[in-house]
T-cell receptor
Framework: DAKTTQPPSMDCAEGRAANLPCNHSTISGNEYVYWYRQIHSQGPQYIIHGLKNNETNEMASLIITEDRKSSTLILPHATLRDTAVYYCIVRPSNDYKLSFGAGTTVTVRA | KAGVTQTPRYLIKTRGQQVTLSCSPISGHRSVSWYQQTPGQGLQFLFEYFSETQRNKGNFPGRFSGRQFSNSRSEMNVSTLELGDSALYLC????????????FGPGTRLTVL
């Protein structure tokens, strides 16, 4: 499975956009990029996923570079409730499991 | 639509005992996966069930087992508990295809004394 690299932590201001980077330089053509987040001691929450096109839903936007070696999750207007650990996962299309790394601890400050 | 539910939410056991955890998937979902989360190892995949059959298995000892019922509800069992089994146990459900999104439950916090 392709590995991902995320910064261990980042802060952002409430009301501002939060841009979370993820590097996946060894990604293969059939591997999807998934984002989940986990608020303290709760189950991970699905945010968004994509293959090569940019994706947007009610929670966030996912920007994948043209070479697919990196991506950015954008939370358009961060709130205090967005404070969580964010996981970027590369998942092969034929793999039923999710392989979690350490993620990025995002702290939204008032 | 109701989300994934797990019972019990908290559990305290002693070493050597066994424990059974339960997971009810989202209605219509046929796949249930189990994960263990500890501070040291993070989130690790235990196994996945689909149509009452174990389809995928992670790298855990045989003390960890599971099953799935015809209504897609799943249970996992840990026998001969060890202190290191203290963890948050999470289940996730999906429709069952390899590209289908997994949705997680709130987890069961197991403490082994």
């Amino acid at each position: 499975d392709a590995k991902t690299t995320q910064p261990p932590s980042m802060d952002c201001a409430e009301g501002r956009a939060a841009n979370l980077p993820c590097n996946h330089s060894t990604i293969s053509g059939n591997e999807y990029v998934y984002w989940y987040r986990q608020i303290h001691s709760q189950g991970p929450q699905y945010i968004i996923h994509g293959l090569k096109n940019n994706e947007t839903n009610e929670m966030a936007s996912l920007i994948i570079t043209e070479d697919r070696k990196s991506s950015t999750l954008i939370l358009p207007h961060a709130t205090l409730r967005d404070t969580a650990v964010y996981y970027c996962i590369v998942r092969p299309s034929n793999d039923y499991k999710l392989s979690f790394g350490a993620g990025t601890t995002v702290t939204v400050r008032a | 639509k109701a989300g994934v539910t797990q019972t019990p939410r908290y559990l305290i056991k002693t070493r050597g005992q066994q424990v059974t955890l339960s997971c009810s998937p989202i209605s219509g979902h046929r796949s249930v996966s189990w994960y263990q989360q500890t501070p040291g190892q993070g989130l690790q995949f235990l196994f996945e069930y689909f149509s009452e059959t174990q389809r995928n298995k992670g790298n855990f000892p045989g003390r960890f087992s599971g099953r799935q019922f015809s209504n897609s509800r799943s249970e996992m069992n840990v026998s001969t508990l060890e202190l290191g089994d203290s963890a948050l146990y999470l289940c996730a459900s999906s429709l069952g295809g390899a590209r289908d999104t997994q949705y997680f439950g709130p987890g069961t916090r197991l403490t082994v004394l």
